[in-house]
Nanobody, 119 residues
Framework: QVQVVESGGGLVQAGGSLTLSCKAF????????MGWYRQAPGKQRELVAS??????????YYVDFVKGRFTISRNNAKNAVYLHLSSLKPEDTAAYYC??????????WGQGTQVTVSS
């Protein structure tokens, strides 16, 4: 059984920073492109950043509204993916999830980690 566990969220003031962590158990994601998604209340879940697998050279993608503020990375030895968030804005408030990219696999959605940015 595959389990994906996200952590690192919290309450932060606008302009602050957080680093989110995602660790997978039960499956090796080394050869998968991985991404961080977010879902704000009343909105659909959306991909905000992704990082390619080792075979694709670890290329990264960021949606326009997080470019220059978020940084995605991965540690294949730990089967982990990270997202560093900086210059946070209230509109970044959402639950953040990691999964395969550019489409998340249904069985791999975790509980997510909540990021709340106060103004």
């Amino acid at each position: 059984q595959v389990q994906v566990v996200e952590s690192g969220g919290g309450l932060v003031q606008a302009g602050g920073s957080l680093t989110l962590s995602c660790k997978a158990f039960g499956r090796d994601f080394t050869f998968n492109d991985m991404g961080w998604y977010r879902q704000a209340p009343g909105k659909q879940r959306e991909l905000v950043a992704s990082i390619a697998s080792v075979t694709s050279g670890y290329g990264t993608y960021y949606v326009d509204f997080v470019k220059g503020r978020f940084t995605i990375s991965r540690n294949n030895a730990k089967n982990a993916v990270y997202l560093h968030l900086s210059s946070l804005k209230p509109e970044d408030t959402a639950a953040y999830y990691c999964n395969t990219a550019p489409v998340g696999m249904n069985n791999y959605w975790g509980q997510g980690t909540q990021v709340t940015v106060s103004s």
